[in-house]
Every structure is written in C-alpha cells, then in structure tokens.
C-alpha cells in the first residue's frame, strides 16, 4: 500500500513522501493489476489524483483462502473508494470471479477521519520510534457501528444479568494497517494518507514542494497483464 501525489488544478502541488506509483502498487499485491487499475481510472473520471492507498487483505474460509483489495484515490474533491473481492464459481476453486464496487465520496461530505495507533512498549518510547499499526476510520455517511458486550459489576462472585454494554463508532471504511504483516512503509504511507485526506477536507493543504508530482497515479509504461491471484 502507498500513495503518490501529483500535480493538482493550475499547477497547484501537494507535499508528499516520494512513492511509487499505483500501477506499481498494484503489481506488487498481484491481485488482478490490470483490472483494478482499469476500474479505478474509469472511476476518476479523468480527475487529477493527488494521493493514493492501496491495501490486500486475506482471509480464510473454511479451507479456502479468499483476499480482497481496497483502493483510495484523493482527488481535490473527491475520495474514490473501490473494493475488489475475488470468489470461486466452481467448488474446486480452479475458476474465480471479482467482484467490483466503486464509491465516489466529495470531500465535502467527509465528516471525520480517525487515525489510531498502537505503540509497542510505551513506557520506553522515544522520538521517531515506529508505530506498531494504525487503523484508518473514514466516516461520510453518518453509518454508525454498534460494538456490544455482556455489562458486568465489581463483585466477582455476580451472576445476575446486567444486560449489555457497547460503544458506537461512525465509519464507512475502516482500513487496519500492521508494520509485522504489511511492513512498516505501509503504516508510514496510511498516516500520509490521512494527513493528506485531513488537509484537502479541511481545505489547508500542506505547503508546496519542489519536487512536481506526476499527472496520474499509473506508471507511463501502463500495467502488465492481470497476474496471479
């Protein structure tokens, strides 16, 4: 997963880490490149991008190993948003098929943006020691999430029901970002990504730099083929 900026409206740029671009980014995960790639162009619907993140995830079902990608693509006012999840039509799994979804989110409509970090021992922190992971909550629709548990009292020895107990969380998307499983680059392009996202929706983008970013997230030399799964 990373980002790549690249050069907004009348020239206007965007700080960033320099990066690869998405093209790269998605060969790297070797989950259908060229499709997502396609897909996520169609969806900018020739906008300019400033800023990209990209995450695999894979999960097992029963004795099937199933992986999805999520893409976000930060335009100046729009968060694309495009998940991919690949499925088996036969029960052997020797065929799949991917199954596409694509959300264009105005940055406007952007209500919150959360970042939380876990710190592996605190208590010897110093400056710059790495974040163990992040999750990145994205909240746009006023979707809420109810966490729900059995309440309890301090008398170890109670039995009685006291109902439950939770918390409720607004997201739409929720990304989880470990440096073990997806490298310390990985947390480190996330948080980017939020700052970014947080500047272009609090209409402050951070100051210009000298480096200019390239037009378009995708590699000159375009994607190669699909790939393995």
Not at 53 to 73: C, N
Not at 77 to 82: F, G, I, N, P, S
Not at 123 to 152: C, F, K, N
Request: hydrophobic share 35%.
């Amino acid at each position: 997963m990373t980002h790549n900026a690249s050069g907004g409206p009348a020239g206007q740029q965007f700080r960033g880490t320099p990066g690869e671009t998405l093209t790269s980014a998605l060969e790297r995960t070797g989950f259908y490149p060229r499709l997502v790639g396609e897909v996520v162009e169609d969806a900018l619907g020739g906008r300019v991008p400033l800023s990209h993140l990209t995450h695999l995830e894979t999960h097992f079902e029963r004795s099937e190993v199933r992986r999805h990608v999520t893409v976000l693509v930060l335009t100046d006012d729009m968060l694309v948003v495009t998940h991919v999840d690949e499925a088996p039509l036969d029960d052997a799994g020797h065929r799949m098929s991917a199954q596409v979804s694509t959300e264009s989110v105005p940055v406007s409509q952007i209500a919150s943006v959360v970042l939380s970090y876990v710190y592996a021992q605190p208590a010897e922190y110093g400056p710059g020691d790495p974040v163990r992971e992040v999750t990145l909550a994205i909240a746009w629709s006023g979707g809420q999430r109810v966490d729900l548990v059995p309440a309890g009292c301090g008398d170890p020895q109670c039995e009685a029901d006291h109902g439950y107990t939770g918390t409720i969380a607004q997201e739409d998307l929720v990304l989880r970002i470990s440096a073990e499983a997806d490298g310390p680059r990985a947390v480190d392009d996330a948080r980017e990504f939020a700052r970014l996202l947080r500047a272009v929706n609090t209409g402050t983008p951070p100051a210009p730099v000298g480096r200019p970013r390239l037009a378009s997230p995708f590699s000159p030399r375009g994607l190669r083929g699909h790939g393995g799964r």
